[in-house]
């Protein structure tokens, strides 16, 4: 065995939620190593969230995570090259890799919107995702296509 297997991160759960996941997010939505602004920034947004929801009866941390389940890829193309070309050969991707994706397709999509807040931007794109429209599901069809697309090279796998 020459690779040795990375240990995984033990997220620690966070003070409002008391979920680890979340902790996870903040850490990926975190900067220049200013958590106590992306902790403001997250918390804002499930504010922003709660007070826009209509008519639900599911909380905003259910809504987050309804929204990052949907923003989830479950495949993923990587370029290999063969003979005198690239390929682009899908390959299914780990439950901590889908997760890993999605919270960085969120935040990364949330970050391009026009609002004028991060926490507002933040909010209506986790809206966004859980009514499965906005910028980071067309992302993850985006990703689904391609590998649909190139599905006759998923023989070459590495």
Same mark, same amino acid.
């Given at each position: 065995?020459? *690779?040795?297997?990375?240990?995984?991160?033990?997220? =620690? !759960?966070? !003070?409002?939620?008391?979920?680890?996941?979340?902790?996870?997010?903040?850490?990926?939505?975190?900067?220049?190593?200013?958590?106590?602004?992306?902790?403001?920034? =997250?918390?804002?947004?499930?504010?922003?969230?709660?007070?826009?929801?209509? *008519?639900?009866?599911?909380?905003?941390?259910?809504?987050?995570?309804?929204?990052?389940?949907?923003?989830?890829?479950?495949?993923?193309?990587?370029? &290999?090259?063969?003979?005198?070309?690239?390929?682009?050969? !899908?390959?299914?991707?780990?439950? $901590?890799?889908?997760?890993?994706?999605?919270?960085?397709?969120?935040?990364?999509?949330?970050?391009?919107?026009?609002?004028?807040?991060?926490?507002?931007?933040?909010?209506?794109?986790?809206?966004?995702?859980?009514?499965?429209?906005?910028?980071?599901?067309?992302? *993850?069809?985006?990703?689904?296509?391609?590998?649909?697309? $190139?599905?006759? +090279?998923?023989? =070459? &796998? +590495?």
């Amino acid at each position: 065995m020459r *690779k040795i297997k990375k240990k995984r991160k033990i997220y =620690f !759960p966070d !003070p409002k939620f008391n979920d680890p996941l979340v902790s996870r997010f903040i850490n990926h939505l975190m900067k220049n190593g200013k958590k106590n602004l992306a902790y403001k920034i =997250f918390y804002d947004a499930m504010k922003k969230i709660e007070k826009i929801k209509e *008519k639900e009866e599911k909380s905003a941390l259910e809504i987050w995570k309804n929204g990052l389940k949907n923003v989830m890829p479950h495949v993923e193309v990587k370029s &290999r090259r063969m003979g005198g070309s690239n390929i682009q050969i !899908p390959i299914p991707i780990s439950s $901590n890799s889908k997760i890993t994706k999605a919270m960085k397709l969120l935040i990364s999509c949330a970050s391009i919107r026009s609002e004028k807040k991060m926490s507002s931007k933040l909010a209506f794109e986790i809206l966004d995702a859980h009514k499965e429209q906005g910028e980071a599901v067309k992302r *993850k069809e985006n990703i689904h296509k391609m590998a649909e697309a $190139n599905k006759a +090279f998923s023989h =070459f &796998r +590495f």
